[in-house]
């Protein structure tokens, strides 16, 4: 029979590239990695690494033993939540990693809730952006992770995630004093702070504002959405800023009505299938779309 811990340590080893930090992800030496990995080429008879230079890449075995052992630990995944649900109340620790913004305004709160209701429950948070969250689930460094999609902007879930919509946040535009255009004339000349290029936030944006008749200038570039919401209350910028961060900012701006017409975007909490129904998730679920709900 092989042996698990070693089908795992061939699966973070095709997930963080080399020995060394499959050897730190595991808190392995890489002497022990090396010595696991060959012993596992014995037992299933069948080359499954071969080298590159100073590293080894898997062979197609080896990354068709990789796709076996995935559904192995999702099959364990799903037993345990099974067997979780017998328990009468959620416990044990989930890791959860969330976006920043959310990471500020909400998840303070549902952790203080889940806290007073489940006190043998452990949330232990990461903050990352939702790019790196989803890696950091699929190669089972976090449990859980909450994302913002923008509509008709991002990819699908990757295979093997389940994706639950908690809730929605209005987005709005909000420009400097003394501009308040209706329409495209003059707007090609404001300056504008957005997230980078890359971003699905920016991509959106750029869509909204083209869909309206003008590119804006984007003279700043930051994913930092304080500096987005200074440069609006100082009136050196024109942002788009979720309610989210408004709210928890305290601050009384007045948005662009004609920017900022049926705007919105989703946040997502995504687990790995066959976890879903785990108590400890479905607590945690519930607690943020509570506090979504009570924004």
Known sequence: MLDLRRLVILRELKHRGTMSAAARELAYTHSAISQQL?????DVGVKLL???????RLTP???????????ILSAIEKAEADLATTHQRPQGVV???????ISRAIIPDALLRLAERYPELQ????????????????SRQVDAVLTDAYPGVGQAAPAGVTVTTLGTDPVRAYLPPGVRSEGPAGMGSVPWVLEPPTSAATQWALRVCRERGFDPYVAHTTSDLLFHLRMVEHGLAAAFLPDMVIRESGLKLTPSAWLSVGQERTINLLVREGSEAHPAHVAVREAVMRELGDG
């Not at 060959?38 to 014995?42: I, M, V, W």
């Not at 949330?123 to 699929?138: H, K, N, S, W, Y």
């Open 50 to 56: 071969e080298r590159t230079g100073r590293n080894v």
């Open 95 to 101: 890791r959860l990693a969330a976006f920043t913004t």
């Open 61 to 71: 075995a080896g990354d068709e033993l990789v796709r076996n052992t995935e559904a």
């Open 123 to 138: 949330v232990q948070v990461t903050r990352a952006d939702p790019e790196f969250g989803i890696t950091m689930l699929t």
């Open 38 to 42: 060959a012993q596992l080429e014995r």
